[in-house]
């Protein structure tokens, strides 16, 4: 059974930094996609970054230059670390990612941006 968890949410203030990690288990193979979404309260869920198996990687307007995307395929896991938080990056942040195209998501992990 495929599985997703992620790590690394919290309190932050504006201005700071945190780094979201994501393990993929039940996979023998890389997965094909890997990516961030996020869902903020009373909105829909968005694309943050994703990131192909060779490591291109696709931002959201919003947080271009401000995010980095990167993954390590020998351990499934994918990265986003987040700088330069601002209060409207507070959110519930999914992991996603595609394998023998299927989706599969993660249960979410809340970063809070408040003084």
């Known amino acids: 059974q495929v599985q997703m968890v992620e790590s690394g949410g919290g309190l932050v203030q504006p201005g700071g930094s945190l780094r979201l990690s994501c393990a993929a288990s039940?996979?023998?193979?890389?997965?094909?996609?890997m990516g961030w979404y996020r869902q903020a309260p009373g909105k829909e869920r968005e694309l943050v970054a994703d990131?192909?198996?060779?490591?291109?990687?696709n931002y959201a307007d919003s947080v271009k230059g401000r995010f980095t995307i990167s993954r390590d395929n020998a351990e499934n896991t994918v990265y986003l670390q987040m700088n330069s938080l601002k209060p409207e990056d507070t959110a519930v942040y999914f992991c996603?990612?595609?394998?023998?195209?299927?989706?599969?998501w993660g249960k979410g992990t809340l970063v809070t941006v408040s003084s």
């Open positions: 990131i192909t198996r060779g490591g291109s990687p």
């Open positions: 996603h990612g595609v394998y023998y195209g299927r989706e599969y």
């Open positions: 039940g996979i023998i193979f890389s997965m094909n996609r």
